[in-house]
């Protein structure tokens, strides 16, 4: 992994607000800052590590670490057609089954909603 980090002096800085992310792997961190009149205010830090997905065994498994603690929901798409969905909540640690031995074969999505984010994983039943 390489980390390229450019920076300046808050000197150097015009007066607004301004975000600083970084991406390692799966995992991103975020937190803003506002510059105004040579005072620096930084805010609160985000954490967001990508749920993990796996299809094996006509079982469709989701686990998410739900550090902002958002409202989450979880939806099962065909095409652009919404079969399946679920309001999963605020926890932190979700984890979710899906038994898809049902369905036919062909390709579907599923889908992780969690505050403004949104994860996808493609799913193929042969």
């Excluded at 600083?20 to 961190?29: E, R, Y």
């Excluded at 989450?72 to 899906?98: A, E, P, V």
Aim: aromatic residues 12%; hydrophobic residues 30%.
């Amino acid at each position: 992994m390489k980390l390229t980090v450019k920076y300046t002096t808050s000197q150097n800085l015009e007066d607004g607000t301004y975000k600083l992310t970084v991406v390692s792997d799966n995992l991103t961190a975020e937190r803003q800052f506002k510059k105004s009149h040579q005072m620096i205010k930084v805010g609160k830090e985000t954490t967001t590590l990508e749920p993990f997905f796996r299809y094996d065994g006509n079982i469709l498994r989701c686990s998410y670490l739900n550090f902002e603690t958002e409202n989450t929901t979880l939806l099962f798409y065909q095409k652009d057609q919404l079969i399946y969905s679920k309001n999963i909540g605020k926890n932190f640690n979700i984890q979710q089954r899906l038994n898809l031995s049902k369905l036919s074969k062909g390709n579907y999505e599923a889908v992780l909603c969690a505050g403004s984010k949104t994860f996808s994983y493609p799913v193929e039943i042969q």
